[in-house]
């Protein structure tokens, strides 16, 4: 499992529930700005994921 929530205090709730070796951490990155508030504008047309576990990563 991925999970694509903010921040890292979920992981340890989520491996506690299905396991160290079932939940990864992970990060995405976009170039993004804040337009107003609530608003988000992508200014790329790009995302990369990267997760912590080279199995899942693909490394």
């Known amino acids: 499992m991925v999970p694509l929530l903010n921040g890292l205090e979920h992981l340890e709730s989520r491996r506690d529930r299905y396991g160290d070796g079932h939940v990864v951490a992970a990060t995405i990155r976009v170039e993004s700005t804040r337009a107003a508030a609530g608003r988000i504008e992508h200014t790329r047309p790009f995302a ?11 490394g």
């Open 48 to 58: 990369d994921n990267r997760c912590d576990d080279p199995a899942v990563d693909g």
